[in-house]
C-alpha cells in the first residue's frame, strides 16, 4: 500500500539545521496537504496545494517552505529548527470526491 | 472561526459494548464530515464518511448520524473490539473549499 508515501520516516537532527521531507502520492489526485501532528495528538493543517497552486497556508512560521514540482510531489522543507518543531507530519491527498489519504508520517525529532 | 468540538477526549468501554463519540461544528456550510482512526504509531485511517444530504450511514459495525440542525455529528461502535482501541478523529469540511477542520480527537480503549 504505497499510495501516499513519505520519507524519510523518522528523523533526528539538532537546532538550527535544515531539513527537507518528502511525499510523493500515486493515486492521481489534485491536491496535497501537509498536516503537523503535536504530541497531544491535535492534526493541524499547514499548507495545501491544488494543481501544483499553493491554496492553503495557515499561520506557519516562514521557516517552513512547502514546494510542490508537480502534482504528485509536495515536499516541506524547514530552516532553522527549534525543539518546538519537533512533532509527527503528515502528508495528504485527496481528490475531487474529497476523500482524504494520509501518508504514513514523518516523526521529526529536534534536539 | 471555524471550530469541531469533539468529546469525549477519553473513552474506555468493556468489550462488547457500544461507543459514542460525538462532535459539533460551527461552520453552517459544512457538507461533508469524515471519521478517522489513528492507530498507535499510524497514519489517519478513514473509516467513514457523511454527507449533508444524509442523516444516518451504517458500515458493519459503525454507523454515523448527522443532525444538520443542531450541526452536531456522532460515531456509534457497537460490538466493540479490541483492535478498535485507537484515537478517532472528526472532521468537518465547508463546500467549494478544500480545507478540513479535525476535532481534538477522541483515545478510545476496548478492554477485554
Known amino acids: 500500500d504505497t499510495a501516499v508515501s513519505q520519507t524519510p520516516k523518522y528523523l533526528v537532527t539538532q537546532m538550527g539545521n535544515d531539513k527537507s521531507i518528502k511525499c510523493e502520492q500515486n493515486?492521481?489526485?489534485?491536491?496535497m496537504y501537509w498536516y503537523k501532528q503535536d504530541s497531544k495528538k491535535f492534526l493541524k493543517i499547514m499548507f495545501s496545494?491544488?494543481?501544483?497552486?499553493?491554496?492553503i497556508n495557515e499561520t506557519v512560521p516562514n521557516r517552513f517552505s512547502p514546494k510542490s514540482p508537480d502534482k504528485a510531489h509536495l515536499n516541506l522543507h524547514i530552516n532553522s529548527l527549534e525543539l518546538g518543531d519537533s512533532a509527527v507530519y503528515f502528508c495528504?491527498?485527496?481528490?475531487?470526491?474529497?476523500?482524504?489519504?494520509f501518508g504514513p508520517g514523518t516523526r521529526l525529532t529536534v534536539t | 472561526g471555524e471550530n469541531v468540538e469533539q468529546h469525549p477526549s477519553t473513552l474506555s468501554v468493556q468489550e462488547g459494548d457500544s461507543a459514542v463519540i460525538k462532535c459539533t461544528y460551527s461552520?453552517?456550510?459544512?457538507?461533508?464530515f469524515p471519521w478517522y482512526k489513528q492507530e498507535l504509531g499510524k497514519r489517519p485511517q478513514l473509516i467513514i464518511d457523511?454527507?449533508?444530504?444524509?442523516g444516518e450511514k451504517k458500515d458493519q459495525r459503525i454507523a454515523v448520524t448527522l443532525n444538520k440542525t443542531a450541526k452536531h455529528f456522532s460515531l456509534h461502535i457497537t460490538e466493540t473490539q479490541p483492535e478498535d482501541s485507537a484515537v478517532y478523529f472528526c472532521?468537518?469540511?465547508?463546500?467549494?473549499?478544500?480545507?478540513?477542520?479535525f476535532g481534538t480527537g477522541t483515545r478510545l480503549k476496548v478492554l477485554a
Open positions: 495528504a491527498s485527496s481528490s475531487k470526491a474529497q476523500v482524504k489519504y
Open positions: 493515486l492521481g489526485h489534485d491536491t
Open positions: 496545494y491544488n494543481n501544483k497552486e499553493l491554496i
Open positions: 461552520d453552517s456550510a459544512s457538507n461533508y
Open positions: 457523511i454527507r449533508s444530504n444524509v
Open positions: 472532521a468537518a469540511r465547508a463546500s467549494g473549499t478544500y480545507k478540513y477542520i
